[in-house]
């Protein structure tokens, strides 16, 4: 099957196999292209690694949008112009091939639930950390999608009952996404480093670079103290974050994915260390955190999976 | 079918018809009974009502136990000496009958998303605000129980990260049932009272009354501004706590019950508003929050349509 993430900013596709082995892949980039240039994109794309792989059964769509999975229809999309469109069926149509499409946050915990770091756990919450944060459940084995397609978004449940507001789509305050995003963990970073000077963080600043959660990450891994307390504490409000999911859903893995998690242990030991103070028993005792297995490609691959099963 | 609703310190059970009418009542209280008395009380309270409907079926149980479900046995309970009982079978053999048994709250959410506030609905979450809050989901048209059967625990996420604590076995900061239980509207009503002599809250705090959830929603309901005010604020803390369940989940129906929904529209309505102005669309437009429709009985119905459903 060939297997499409096409994400907010660029498509990233392949041929993939049943043992999830990618055969040939193929890069898009769709800045400021509309509707009918990102469809074009996307068919020109298959068509690419089509023609290294002629004996493909199907195709999967993972697409940065709101998605009515039963009908196959994008329903609407802050990142790409995909507002109502018929997507299965139009693609279907100029392709000749089977189509499947999901929301690219549910076919990437897919990936990791059936082949990546929670393979065999039936109950599975996946958090993407980057700029903002995504999320996808797996739950009874099956991806959970809710009333419309819009379940997983974890990053916008509320921790901090009066806490910031944060760029985007949301109204909501005190978000996880507000508090442990990558955007978060600079702009805390940027804190950081007013308040000590003298820190690595803080020397960076005088020098006039831009703080990440990049460059966060970077100073704490060279040593840096003042960064290492900012990943702490961001580890230890994603910790209370991951508490509300395992105390609510019970899961048996969560996985986190996504830039941040670049910092390993700087913040998955926090994190772990709240869940277990804070999380209900048995709950807590028995949930794994795990690092993502797959990084940049989960999308692309479960997008291969959903079409694999889908298709079957 | 006969359903019994085990509580923490009460028995009430029927004989139920398909049709959902309770045709015989039964209640007992185990105050100190131990393992063997508690479950010699529920197979007299059994057989009381079966003599007078000597046709039943079957009988489901639901106890306030952390519950493996598949294998019918009580794992742990903090409110019944009910640990590691192998339920279902030590039951059925005692009655001779089959037994089906699980969590009290998810047989409730069960009752409600069958023939209550919720009927109709694939997805639904139910809030019940008493002593503690209590919760259960049913997702997919299931009861959704989570790895070991510890799941919905919605009075348990969090919401306040360095919130406060409150009275029991979580270990978590700032919950939802730290917050907006009865107990914690008791509490902020006292808070209330202390600031406002001349409120009806004040006064009543002058002559010696214990200040309790009851309370204030009683003279909020007769008219008084700073019980109110304490309501209005446990309504809206109620809310952004469904905002993270709504965000996550992307339920049809949130079914809110238990004895702080007495306060009626006083808490509904806030509760309603945060949720319309801090949940994600579409999630947020598309969800209703209901009170639930059978009160007490919603344990012993839903126990009694578990039974049903599992003897067909």
């Known amino acids: 099957v060939i297997g499409i993430d096409a994400g907010g900013t660029k498509l990233l596709g392949g041929v993939i196999s049943a043992d999830l082995v990618v055969h040939h892949r193929v890069h ?22 089509r023609a290294a792989a002629p004996d493909v059964d199907a195709v999967g769509f993972g697409i940065p949008s709101l998605v009515d999975h039963d009908r196959g229809v994008s329903l609407s999309s802050v990142h790409l112009p995909l507002e109502d469109v018929p997507f299965r069926d ?5 392709l000749a ?3 499947f499409v999901d929301n690219d946050t549910n076919v990437a915990v897919l990936a990791e639930q059936r082949h990546g770091a929670a393979r065999g756990a039936r109950h599975v919450v996946m958090l993407t950390l980057g ?37 985007g789509d949301c109204t909501n305050r005190g978000c996880l996404e507000a508090l442990v995003s990558g955007t978060a963990i600079g702009r805390e970073g940027w804190e950081a480093g007013q ?16 703080i990440t959660g990049a460059l966060v990450t970077e100073l704490a891994h060279d040593g840096d103290e003042t ?40 913040v998955l030991a926090p994190a772990r260390a709240v869940v ?37």
């Open 90 to 94: 139009l693609m279907s149509e100029r």
């Open 195 to 210: 308040e000590y000077p003298d820190s690595e963080l803080g020397k960076a600043l005088a020098r006039g670079r831009e």
């Open 227 to 266: 960064a290492r307390a900012v990943l702490a504490t961001a580890g230890a409000r994603l910790g209370a974050g991951i508490v509300s999911v395992v105390n609510l859903l019970n899961p048996e893995v969560v996985v986190l994915g996504g830039g941040v998690l670049a910092a390993g242990e700087l």
């Open 276 to 312: 277990a103070e804070r999380a209900l028993r048995p709950s807590g005792a028995a949930v794994r955190i795990e690092p993502a297995h797959f990084g940049e490609e989960a999308g692309m691959l479960g997008a291969a999976v959903m079409a694999l099963e889908e298709s079957a």
């Open 131 to 167: 700029t903002g944060i995504g999320g996808g459940l797996v739950l009874d084995g099956q991806v959970y999608r809710g009333t419309l397609g819009a379940a997983g978004e974890i990053g916008h449940m509320t921790v901090e009952l009066d806490g910031p507001a944060h760029p």
């Open 28 to 49: 898009r980039l769709w800045r400021g292209a509309d509707r009918a240039e990102v469809l074009d994109i996307m068919v020109e794309a298959v068509e690419e690694v």
């Open 97 to 99: 091939l089977p189509v």
